[in-house]
């Protein structure tokens, strides 16, 4: 059963102080997603003045061309009507309803940018599902994964040395060349308007025996790589596809609902900046029908690398994003294990609710399914296009 939403358990810990705008299904007589401002007051489509998310976020005055917006707009409904509306058990698809806050960013992710991730990642590519020896790669790695791995400067000439060392104890890693080498990695997660949002089931394969949710904080760039916003990120992973080797990270990554992004984009602001995302705590927690729950939390503070310097390394000069960026920032979170003490792996199952959130940037939440149950996606970017064309909104 999917929870019962409302603005008073979804909104950031400041309720409406801060600038937030998404998008959302109209059902009129021309149907078709539009921009929104979330306010108090409700939910204001101002897509008669600004018809996607990527010109709002592409305006040199982006919170100003918002507001200015709202003068000339209609008024969906309440946020806890659009709310109440968007979960897949009550969904009437003849009422406004919550999509995905981004449309036609280009959406990539980074990865190993989190020293315990790097840990984890590490051990499994070395151990490669030995107990025994999990544990004595864990125990000679912990103290350097502690201390000088979280704490060194990527590319740095301390780095380097750190990775002579780590190559002289043979435990290198491709993850280890990635969370502290000079470059960062970037992937694709998903093409743009494949996304989902809040409400709507994430999807896994039906053929994946580890799947899991990885809670992340998004950072939403404009074209020129200015960071405007974020929201709250969902990477969909497969985790056993993923072990088969790189050449395998797409089919991993990139399925039928396995990205899901929300509630709301939170504009950078007097109330909210860039910096504040880079130490604030993202909490994950699974719940099953069964009783089954697990959560966690950590900080982005753990982070291995600035926010500022994900987008950098993945829009500027070599390679730009003329629609602007919809980016992933690693996580920390690995579920171990299925319930305490059962020394079984956890793997998603259909109906798990998944819940990340963080208190600046509220609650996302989704329902597991598996993508081939999921609606198609069938909405891309020539019938956007044409959607807008046909609503006069060019």
Same mark, same amino acid.
């Given at each position: 059963?999917?929870?019962?939403?409302?603005?008073?358990?979804?909104?950031?810990?400041?309720?409406?102080?801060?600038?937030?705008?998404?998008?959302?299904?109209?059902?009129?007589?021309?149907?078709?997603?539009?921009?929104?401002?979330?306010?108090?007051?409700?939910?204001?489509?101002?897509? !008669?003045?600004?018809?996607?998310?990527?010109?709002?976020?592409?305006?040199?005055?982006?919170?100003?061309?918002?507001?200015?917006?709202?003068? &000339?707009?209609?008024?969906?409904?309440?946020?806890?009507?659009?709310?109440?509306?968007?979960?897949?058990?009550?969904?009437?698809?003849?009422?406004?309803?919550?999509?995905?806050?981004?449309?036609?960013?280009?959406?990539?992710?980074?990865?190993?940018?989190?020293?315990?991730?790097?840990?984890?990642? +590490?051990?499994?590519?070395?151990?490669?599902?030995?107990?025994?020896?999990?544990?004595?790669?864990?125990?000679?790695?912990?103290?350097?994964? !502690? !201390?000088?791995?979280?704490?060194?400067?990527?590319?740095?000439?301390?780095?380097?040395?750190?990775?002579?060392?780590?190559?002289?104890?043979?435990?290198?890693?491709?993850?280890?060349?990635? !969370?502290?080498?000079?470059? +960062?990695?970037?992937?694709?997660?998903?093409q743009p308007l494949s996304s989902v949002g809040?409400?709507?089931?994430?999807?896994?394969? @039906?053929?994946?025996?580890?799947?899991?949710?990885?809670?992340?904080?998004?950072?939403?760039?404009?074209?020129?790589?200015?960071?405007?916003?974020?929201?709250?990120?969902?990477?969909?992973?497969?985790?056993?596809?993923?072990?088969?080797?790189?050449?395998?990270?797409?089919?991993?990554?990139? &399925?039928?609902?396995?990205?899901?992004?929300?509630?709301?984009?939170?504009?950078?602001?007097?109330?909210? @900046?860039?910096?504040?995302?880079?130490?604030?705590?993202?909490?994950?927690?699974?719940?099953?029908?069964?009783?089954?729950?697990?959560?966690?939390?950590?900080?982005?503070?753990?982070?291995?690398?600035?926010?500022?310097?994900?987008?950098?390394?993945?829009?500027?000069?070599?390679?730009?994003?003329?629609?602007?960026?919809?980016?992933?920032?690693?996580?920390?979170?690995?579920?171990?294990?299925?319930?305490?003490?059962s020394g079984e792996r956890f793997t998603h199952? +259909?109906?798990?609710?998944?819940?990340?959130?963080?208190p600046q940037l509220g609650k996302l939440v989704?329902?597991?399914?598996?993508?081939?149950?999921?609606?198609?996606?069938?909405?891309?970017?020539?019938?956007?296009?044409?959607?807008?064309?046909?609503?006069?909104?060019?």
């Amino acid at each position: 059963m999917f929870p019962k939403i409302s603005a008073a358990n979804i909104m950031p810990s400041d309720g409406f102080a801060g600038t937030l705008v998404g998008r959302a299904w109209f059902p009129g007589l021309n149907p078709g997603p539009c921009v929104v401002v979330i306010r108090e007051d409700g939910v204001h489509n101002i897509s !008669g003045t600004i018809p996607t998310m990527s010109e709002l976020l592409n305006k040199k005055q982006p919170i100003a061309s918002a507001i200015k917006a709202t003068r &000339n707009c209609v008024n969906l409904g309440s946020v806890d009507e659009l709310l109440a509306n968007s979960s897949p058990d009550t969904h009437d698809p003849l009422k406004p309803y919550f999509l995905t806050p981004i449309d036609l960013q280009a959406v990539k992710a980074c990865g190993m940018t989190y020293a315990k991730s790097i840990l984890l990642r +590490v051990i499994e590519e070395h151990a490669k599902g030995d107990p025994k020896k999990e544990e004595e790669i864990r125990k000679t790695l912990e103290g350097k994964i !502690g !201390g000088e791995i979280a704490t060194v400067e990527p590319g740095s000439e301390e780095a380097k040395d750190l990775k002579q060392a780590l190559i002289g104890m043979g435990l290198w890693s491709q993850y280890l060349e990635a !969370g502290i080498g000079p470059y +960062v990695e970037v992937f694709t997660k998903a093409q743009p308007l494949s996304s989902v949002g809040h409400g709507s089931e994430i999807g896994i394969h @039906s053929e994946s025996r580890w799947s899991h949710s990885e809670p992340e904080a998004v950072i939403i760039a404009n074209a020129e790589g200015r960071p405007v916003g974020a929201a709250l990120g969902n990477d969909v992973n497969l985790h056993d596809v993923e072990e088969l080797g790189s050449l395998y990270r797409t089919r991993a990554k990139d &399925n039928n609902g396995s990205c899901a992004i929300g509630p709301f984009i939170r504009l950078f602001d007097n109330t909210f @900046s860039l910096e504040d995302t880079e130490n604030m705590s993202i909490t994950i927690t699974i719940e099953r029908e069964d009783g089954f729950m697990v959560t966690e939390t950590f900080s982005t503070a753990e982070m291995t690398r600035e926010m500022s310097e994900l987008v950098g390394q993945t829009l500027n000069r070599n390679h730009q994003y003329p629609d602007g960026l919809a980016l992933f920032t690693g996580t920390m979170y690995f579920p171990a294990h299925a319930s305490a003490g059962s020394g079984e792996r956890f793997t998603h199952k +259909v109906g798990d609710v998944v819940t990340i959130s963080s208190p600046q940037l509220g609650k996302l939440v989704n329902r597991v399914n598996t993508s081939d149950k999921l609606p198609p996606w069938n909405f891309g970017i020539a019938d956007l296009m044409n959607n807008l064309a046909h609503r006069h909104l060019f």
